[in-house]
């Protein structure tokens, strides 16, 4: 099992920046991906960036050039710098880790962080 604890969210205004960080522990593959996905009221959980464990990197059109996303392989934690933050940033943030077992994927969700872009 794999546990994932989320933390750095809050209110803050328009223009404004945050930084989320996730902490992994349990039973950790070295080679995996870790991620953070949103989900805002009435809209379906999407991605927002992810990085794998060599350092290769995906952001969400929406989000690029904004957010920057890095890991620490030895704390197993993975960060979220997001700037210029905007109303449409307002979710609820999920650190999300994946690797494969065999044949098999595996995937972990935190329990979720919230983030308010208001003023």
């Known amino acids: 099992q794999v546990q994932l604890v989320e933390s750095g969210g809050g209110l803050v205004q328009p223009g404004g920046s945050l930084r989320l960080s996730c902490a992994a522990s349990g039973s950790i593959f070295s080679s995996n991906t870790m991620g953070w996905y949103r989900q805002a009221p009435g809209n379906q959980r999407e991605l927002v960036a992810t990085i794998t464990s060599s350092g290769s990197t995906d952001f969400a059109d929406s989000v690029k050039g904004r957010f920057t996303i890095s890991r620490d392989n030895a704390k197993n934690t993975v960060y979220l710098q997001m700037n210029s933050l905007t109303p449409e940033d307002t979710a609820v943030y999920y650190c999300?880790?994946?690797?494969?077992?065999?044949?098999?994927?595996?995937?972990?969700w935190g329990q979720g962080t919230q983030v308010t872009v208001s003023s």
């Open positions: 999300n880790m994946a690797f494969w077992v065999g044949t098999l994927r595996r995937q972990y």
